[in-house]
């Protein structure tokens, strides 16, 4: 069984062509800026969106613990040192006011959805990616059984990783990826840990791994303010992708807000931290800085053309 938080259909930028995306539930990082945090625990978490709820009263009845205080004037309140995170209110709420934020697939049932969307494929040279989360932090037994299963009917597929995994996970999944979408964010090691919670050296040492081991690497920098969004970071970052890697694109994607709400859904808001969006002009900065150092493959945003892959 999978743990999705998001089974995305015809989404566009998660590799080359049209692909179906499977956003898989948990995260060894924490990174600052995250956009999807319902996606960092293993196991799903009670998500609230309070513009849906019709004040019905229903969950606070189910509640085993009594986490849920139910108040006429302001609905339900969650005490998230009680909730055991059971879903049990979540599947009497009328109005999905009330979520878990992941579910969990079979591979038979996620195989469906993707020969469905196979047609897609054909037309836009596209396929599946994993996603996360950390799709190379799952229990790689069963990952092994779904990529088997995509190869199997001759699918392409992607793996969009951010390299935090142990060597062993990135080769098993090299021997089935197509290619990999990999993320990196920064190259200064104490800085790494500050802002994401980990160190980046095994992050790298992965990357090199990839590249003298031919896989197709499309690598991905979040452009962020206050974090790597200096000249000299963006500098010192491309000439070490010039001199260890070769990847057949660069995104430069420029750091955005949106999402940020999603840390008051699942009940931790003192997490949220937010950074300023580069300007335009930065990013074009930034496009400019990567090329100087050789990179001409480098753009900015993260929608890849077939045609650009080298
Ligand atoms: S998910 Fe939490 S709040 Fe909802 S019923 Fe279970 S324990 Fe109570
Ligand atoms: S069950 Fe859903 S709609 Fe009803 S009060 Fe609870 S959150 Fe609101």
Same mark, same amino acid.
């Given at each position: 069984?999978?743990?999705?938080?998001?089974?995305?259909?015809?989404?566009?930028?998660?590799?080359?062509?049209?692909?179906?995306?499977?956003?898989?539930?948990?995260?060894?990082?924490?990174?600052?800026?995250?956009?999807?945090?319902?996606?960092?625990?293993?196991?799903?978490?009670?998500?609230?969106?309070?513009?849906?709820?019709?004040?019905?009263?229903?969950?606070?009845?189910?509640?085993?613990?009594?986490?849920?205080?139910?108040?006429?004037?302001?609905?339900?309140?969650?005490?998230?040192?009680?909730?055991?995170?059971?879903?049990?209110?979540?599947?009497?709420?009328?109005?999905?006011?009330?979520?878990?934020?992941?579910?969990?697939?079979?591979?038979?049932?996620?195989?469906?959805?993707?020969?469905?969307?196979?047609?897609?494929?054909?037309?836009?040279?596209?396929?599946?990616?994993?996603?996360?989360?950390?799709?190379?932090?799952?229990?790689?037994?069963?990952?092994?059984?779904?990529?088997?299963?995509?190869?199997?009917?001759?699918?392409?597929?992607?793996?969009?990783?951010?390299?935090?995994?142990?060597?062993?996970?990135?080769?098993?999944?090299?021997?089935?990826?197509?290619?990999?979408? @990999?993320?990196? $964010?920064? =190259?200064?090691?104490?800085?790494?840990?500050?802002? +994401?919670?980990? %160190? *980046?050296?095994?992050?790298?040492?992965?990357?090199?791994?990839?590249?003298?081991?031919?896989?197709?690497?499309?690598?991905?920098?979040?452009?962020?303010?206050?974090?790597?969004?200096?000249?000299?970071?963006?500098?010192?970052?491309?000439?070490?992708?010039?001199?260890?890697?070769?990847?057949?694109?660069?995104?430069?994607?420029?750091?955005?807000?949106?999402?940020?709400?999603?840390?008051?859904?699942?009940?931790?808001?003192?997490?949220?931290?937010?950074?300023?969006?580069?300007?335009?002009?930065?990013?074009?900065?930034?496009?400019?800085? @990567?090329?100087? $150092?050789? =990179?001409?493959?480098?753009?900015?945003?993260?929608? +890849?053309?077939? %045609? *650009?892959?080298?």
């Amino acid at each position: 069984m999978y743990k999705l938080f998001d089974l995305q259909r015809l989404s566009m930028e998660n590799g080359p062509g049209l692909r179906t995306t499977l956003f898989f539930s948990g995260c060894p990082l924490r990174c600052a800026w995250c956009h999807n945090p319902e996606g960092l625990y293993y196991n799903p978490v009670l998500m609230y969106f309070p513009d849906r709820c019709i004040q019905c009263a229903a969950c606070e009845h189910v509640c085993p613990v009594d986490a849920i205080s139910y108040n006429p004037e302001v609905g339900p309140t969650i005490d998230r040192a009680l909730c055991t995170n059971c879903g049990d209110c979540a599947a009497v709420c009328p109005t999905e006011s009330l979520v878990m934020s992941a579910k969990t697939y079979s591979l038979e049932e996620i195989m469906h959805t993707v020969l469905r969307d196979r047609p897609f494929y054909d037309r836009s040279q596209g396929g599946v990616t994993f996603s996360g989360g950390e799709p190379l932090s799952q229990n790689m037994k069963n990952l092994e059984e779904l990529m088997k299963a995509i190869k199997a009917e001759r699918i392409d597929l992607s793996i969009d990783t951010s390299g935090h995994v142990p060597l062993a996970n990135i080769q098993t999944a090299a021997k089935y990826a197509d290619s990999f979408l @990999y993320d990196f $964010k920064h =190259l200064d090691a104490e800085k790494h840990k500050e802002f +994401i919670g980990s %160190s *980046n050296e095994r992050i790298l040492d992965n990357l090199i791994w990839l590249s003298n081991n031919g896989a197709v690497i499309h690598l991905r920098t979040p452009v962020i303010p206050g974090f790597n969004g200096s000249e000299e970071d963006l500098a010192s970052m491309a000439e070490w992708i010039a001199e260890n890697t070769n990847p057949s694109t660069i995104s430069l994607l420029p750091y955005h807000r949106f999402g940020s709400d999603k840390f008051d859904r699942i009940g931790i808001p003192d997490k949220k931290r937010l950074f300023e969006p580069p300007t335009t002009e930065f990013m074009q900065k930034a496009l400019e800085i @990567y090329r100087s $150092k050789g =990179l001409q493959q480098t753009q900015i945003g993260g929608a +890849i053309l077939v %045609s *650009n892959v080298i």
